[in-house]
T-cell receptor
Framework: KAGVTQTPRYLIKTRGQQVTLSCSPI?????VSWYQQTPGQGLQFLFE???????NKGNFPGRFSGRQFSNSRSEMNVSTLELGDSALYLC?????????????FGPGTRLLVL | AQSVTQPDIHITVSEGASLELRCNYS??????LFWYVQSPGQGLQLLLK??????LVQGIKGFEAEFKRSQSSFNLRKPSVHWSDAAEYFCAVGARGGADGLTFGKGTHLIIQP
């Protein structure tokens, strides 16, 4: 099975712009979670989608949003980018998104905001 | 809310020596516990996980971890490290009930000396 894929792998944007990141989960997985990784804050949970519905959301401002499509692919969007949004954004997929199942992570999208 | 502490930011170990990475968690009940490894430019890979039962858990790549309820710890061990083990290691907690995604520690950077 192919692993979790994320596109693009690298992005450079300027403050005030918006960005959309894409995640394709492992075939058959219905849950997709997003995490932000920065040197200062570490890995932080953004949100989780299951069957096109957002089930959980972390403590991030409304500028961060996401969606999931019927084929389980997910996108996350960040509007009005700030310098502090520079980070590695990781996507993880799981069959059902239950707490005990293994989440499989993609390689991430590295976003640099100038 | 749950939290995870990894007290060691960096650890240097000689190749062939034993390794122990520390992880302490805070959670109201017995959580789901995970260890992930991240190599440069890569996503996270699950090493092992604990849900219940035997408190000594075996994982991939020769790693093991022991859950100690009395100490709220889940330390990762390996009897003999290889140069390829150099990476960032993350301990994570998942809440029973499945909400809020995984809570990660800040990570321990493992350096292997020849």
């Amino acid at each position: 099975k192919a692993g979790v894929t994320q596109t693009p792998r690298y992005l450079i944007k300027t403050r005030g712009q918006q960005v959309t990141l894409s995640c394709s989960p492992i075939s058959g997985h219905r849950s997709v979670s997003w995490y932000q990784q920065t040197p200062g804050q570490g890995l932080q949970f953004l949100f989780e989608y299951f069957s096109e519905t957002q089930r959980n959301k972390g403590n991030f401002p409304g500028r961060f949003s996401g969606r999931q499509f019927s084929n389980s692919r997910s996108e996350m969007n960040v509007s009005t980018l700030e310098l502090g949004d520079s980070a590695l954004y990781l996507c993880a997929s799981g069959p059902l998104g239950t707490a005990q199942e293994t989440q499989y992570f993609g390689p991430g999208t590295r976003l640099l905001v100038l | 809310a749950q939290s995870v502490t990894q007290p060691d930011i960096h650890i240097t170990v000689s190749e062939g020596a034993s390794l122990e990475l520390r992880c302490n968690y805070s959670y109201g009940a017995t959580p789901y516990l995970f260890w992930y490894v991240q190599s440069p430019g890569q996503g996270l890979q699950l090493l092992l996980k604990y849900f219940s039962g035997d408190t000594l858990v075996q994982g991939i790549k020769g790693f093991e971890a022991e859950f100690k309820r009395s100490q709220s710890s889940f330390n990762l061990r390996k009897p003999s490290v290889h140069w390829s083990d150099a990476a960032e290691y993350f301990c994570a907690v998942g809440a029973r009930g499945g909400a809020d995604g995984l809570t990660f520690g800040k990570g321990t950077h493992l350096i292997i000396q020849p």
